[in-house]
C-alpha cells in the first residue's frame, strides 16, 4: 500500500515481542483474516471504535456527546454504520470505555517517540518492534522508520505474516531490519484459505527468499490455535517445511483467550470461539513434535 498507514498503538516498555526492553509499533490493516486473530483491532486498515463495557460507569457521556446519536453506553447495541468515528464519545468518556482505534502518525513523530526510550534498549540488549497487523504492506513509512532506529545504532525486529511483496519489501525495508520474525499457521493451502482467508503460497515463498538473501535473522513462528494449528499432522508438515529451506529453530506460542474480548469490542463476529488457555500438557506436546523432527522448539 502506498498510503500513509494508520498506528494502533506504540506500546513502551514490552518484554514480549523480542529481545530486551522494546518499544512495539502496531500497524493497522493486515492482508490476513486469521479467524483467532490477536490484534483484531489491527486488521482493518482504517479507523475503528472499541468499547469496553465492563469499564463503563453509565453515566451517559457517550450519548450526549456523539453527533449523530448512535452511542450507547454500556453493552447496549450501537449502530456503527451511521458512527462518524469522530473520536467524540472516547475523549470524553471519563472511564476510558471507549477507544478511537488508528491514528495517522507522521514518520518523524514516530521516531522522536521511538527514540525517547533509547538508553533502555541499549541497557536491556532491546531495540524496536514493527508489528501490527502488518507492516510490509506499508514498506516504504515502515522503512523510514527502521532505517532511523538503525541509523541510531537501534535493533530492529519485524514480526510478519509472510503476505507481501517482496520488490518493494527488498528495496525499502530489508535492508534495515536485524531481526525477522516470521509466522506460519497453516501447511496445507485449503485449511489457510479457509481459516486465514487467503492460501499460503506467497508466505512460502517469501520465507524461501529471506532464507537465501541471509541478510537478517530469521525465526519462524507458529501459533498454536487449538482445533487448528495445533494437530500433529500441521505441526509435522509445519517442521518439515522449516527443515527444508535449512532452518533449525522454531518459536511455538500458546493460545490465550484474551482477544475475544477485544473483538466484541470492535462490534466483530466470531467465527472462531475458544475460551480456555492452552495447558502446559498440550504445549510439550507441541514443542515435542517439532524436536522429533530435530529442531530447536520453544
Same mark, same amino acid.
Given at each position: 500500500m502506498s498510503v500513509t498507514p494508520l498506528v494502533v498503538d506504540l506500546k513502551r516498555g514490552s518484554l514480549d515481542d523480542g529481545t530486551g526492553i522494546r518499544s512495539v509499533l502496531f500497524f493497522?490493516? &493486515?492482508?490476513?483474516?486469521?479467524?483467532?486473530?490477536?490484534?483484531?483491532? /489491527?486488521?482493518?486498515?482504517? #479507523?475503528?471504535?472499541? $468499547?469496553?463495557?465492563? /469499564? &463503563?460507569?453509565? &453515566? $451517559?457521556?457517550?450519548?450526549?456527546?456523539?453527533p449523530r446519536g448512535v452511542a450507547r453506553s454500556g453493552a447496549h447495541p450501537e449502530e456503527r454504520s451511521d458512527c462518524l468515528l469522530c473520536g467524540l464519545c472516547a475523549r470524553r468518556c471519563p472511564a476510558g470505555a471507549r477507544r478511537l482505534v488508528g491514528q495517522a502518525l507522521p514518520v518523524d513523530e514516530v521516531v522522536a517517540q521511538l527514540l525517547e526510550d533509547e538508553p533502555f534498549y541499549r541497557r536491556s540488549g532491546g531495540g524496536v518492534t514493527l508489528s501490527g497487523g502488518e507492516p510490509t504492506q506499508y514498506p516504504v513509512f515502515s522503512g523510514q522508520i527502521a532505517a532511523a532506529m538503525r541509523g541510531?545504532?537501534?535493533?530492529? @525486529?519485524?514480526?510478519?505474516?509472510?503476505h507481501f511483496a517482496w520488490r518493494a519489501f527488498a528495496e525499502h525495508l530489508l535492508p534495515h531490519l536485524d531481526t525477522v520474525y516470521f509466522d506460519l499457521k497453516l501447511a496445507d493451502p485449503d485449511a489457510h484459505r479457509t481459516y486465514c482467508g487467503r492460501d499460503n503460497a506467497l508466505i512460502h515463498e517469501n520465507l524461501q527468499r529471506l532464507v537465501e538473501d541471509a541478510r537478517v535473522e530469521l525465526l519462524p513462528r507458529v501459533p498454536l490455535i487449538p482445533g487448528i494449528t495445533d494437530s500433529q499432522e500441521n505441526l509435522k508438515a509445519l517442521g518439515e517445511l522449516i527443515r527444508r529451506v535449512g532452518l533449525e529453530r522454531v518459536s511455538l506460542m500458546p493460545y490465550n483467550p484474551l482477544w475475544l474480548s477485544k473483538r466484541r469490542g470492535l462490534g466483530m463476529e466470531l467465527p472462531y470461539e475458544h475460551a480456555e488457555w492452552m495447558s502446559a500438557?498440550?504445549? /510439550? #506436546?507441541?514443542?515435542? #513434535?517439532? $524436536?522429533? @523432527?530435530?529442531?530447536t522448539a520453544g
Open positions: 493497522k490493516g &493486515c492482508p490476513l483474516r486469521c479467524v483467532w486473530c490477536h490484534n483484531p483491532e /489491527a486488521i482493518s486498515p482504517k #479507523a475503528q471504535l472499541q $468499547r469496553n463495557p465492563e /469499564a &463503563c460507569v453509565g &453515566c $451517559r457521556t457517550c450519548e450526549q456527546v456523539c541510531h545504532g537501534v535493533h530492529v @525486529l519485524l514480526e510478519t505474516c509472510g500438557e498440550t504445549v /510439550a #506436546a507441541c514443542e515435542d #513434535a517439532m $524436536r522429533g @523432527l530435530g529442531l
